[in-house]
């Protein structure tokens, strides 16, 4: 089914700016909701931000509401992540994910399909 690739992550000091690419193999990716997670050393994975599948849906976790934002390009099969204002906390690996639902979620099992994550650090 669908294969996802992260893309555009790197090393940035605090207060700059990245912007994430998630890429997909397949063509219907418009019947995928997607989510952004993250996952620092010794953490859980921790949910982001989610759009819906024609992106007139998003939503956030409070520690990234009003500097990420995530959006889509159904015609690229690309979903992105725009992340601005950027702190120490934010370095992660990041993960995009596919959910062939419908519905915004959160957690980690209600996504079906992984990308292999890209590095983002964030030094003070």
């Known amino acids: 089914q669908v294969q996802l690739v992260e893309s555009g992550g790197g090393l940035v000091p605090a207060g700059g700016s990245l912007r994430l690419s998630c890429a997909a193999s397949?063509?219907?990716?418009?019947?995928?909701?997607v989510g952004w997670f993250r996952q620092a050393p010794g953490k859980e994975r921790e949910f982001v931000a989610a759009?819906?599948?024609?992106?007139?849906?998003?939503y956030y976790a409070d520690s990234v509401k009003g500097r990420f934002t995530i959006s889509r390009d159904n015609a690229k099969n690309t979903v992105y992540l725009q992340m601005n204002s950027l702190k120490p906390e934010d370095t992660a690996v990041y993960y995009c994910?596919?959910?062939?639902?419908?519905?915004?979620?959160?957690?980690?099992?209600?996504?079906?399909?992984w990308g292999q994550g890209t590095q983002v650090t964030v030094s003070s």
């Open positions: 994910a596919g959910r062939p639902e419908v519905g915004l979620r959160k957690g980690t099992s209600e996504y079906a399909y």
């Open positions: 397949r063509r219907a990716f418009s019947s995928y909701a």
């Open positions: 759009i819906s599948r024609r992106g007139g849906s998003t």
